[in-house]
Structures are given as C-alpha cells and as structure tokens.
C-alpha cells in the first residue's frame, strides 16, 4: 500500500506565504512525477503544479506561475510547493498526487492513482 503524506497548510493573510510538502510512504513505487491540486468547496479539483522527478522540470498552472513555484528533494522523495502572495481566491483544499509513469493527461485528476489527505488553506484577513 502507498501513502502520501502531506504536510503545511494553514491559515494566511493574503499576501502570505505557505510552503507544501508530500512523501510517500509504505511500499515502493516508481516516483516519476508528483503533482498538486486544489479543490474550493463546491468546485472541480483543479491542476496546480506538477515535477517530473528525474529532471525536475515544472509545470504550473496559469494562475500559479509568478507566484507559486514546485520543487523536490530527491535524497527524502519529497515534493514542496512554495505558495507566495497568497489571495483569497487560493483558498482550498490542497493534495498532492503520485504519478507513477509517462502521462500527456497530467493535469487531469483522473490520470493519478495515489493521493494525499489533503491540507487545508485558507487565506483570508
């Protein structure tokens, strides 16, 4: 069985920052991407960012790109994402997901098997 474990989150006034982390746990699996999405209540889980782990190369979101930023420690196969002026509207439920190989449909919740519990973010004054 595999396990993400997320850690972060919080409460934050806009124009804050949070940092995000993700490792896996329990039985090997092959890491080659990992990913974040976010989900507001009463919306779509959507695509934040994601990290091949073999170059590291990101992929962000519109949204995301300028302000938040995707990285990863090999050494502790953890993956971090790096929140900077935070708005409200970034308020959601964050998860980080596993993608195990080779997908064009990565921005996708569907092309994810392995999630993590979510972390609460809330960015508000």
């Known amino acids: 069985q595999v396990r993400l474990v997320e850690s972060g989150g919080g409460l934050v006034r806009p124009g804050g920052s949070l940092s995000l982390s993700c490792a896996p746990s329990?039985?090997?699996?092959?890491?080659?991407?990992m990913s974040w999405f976010r989900q507001a209540p009463g919306k779509e889980r959507e695509f934040v960012a994601r990290?091949?782990?073999?170059?590291?190369?990101?992929y962000l979101a519109d949204y995301a790109a300028g302000r938040f930023s995707i990285s990863r420690d090999d050494a502790k196969s953890t993956a971090y994402l790096q929140m900077n002026d935070l708005r409200p509207e970034d308020t959601a439920v964050y998860y980080c997901?596993?993608?195990?190989?080779?997908?064009?449909?990565?921005?996708?919740?569907?092309?994810?098997?392995?999630w993590g519990q979510g972390t609460q973010v809330t960015v508000s004054s």
């Open positions: 329990g039985d090997p699996v092959n890491l080659y991407a």
């Open positions: 997901a596993l993608g195990t190989r080779v997908d064009s449909n990565y921005r996708s919740p569907g092309a994810y098997a392995y």
């Open positions: 990290i091949a782990w073999r170059n590291a190369i990101p």
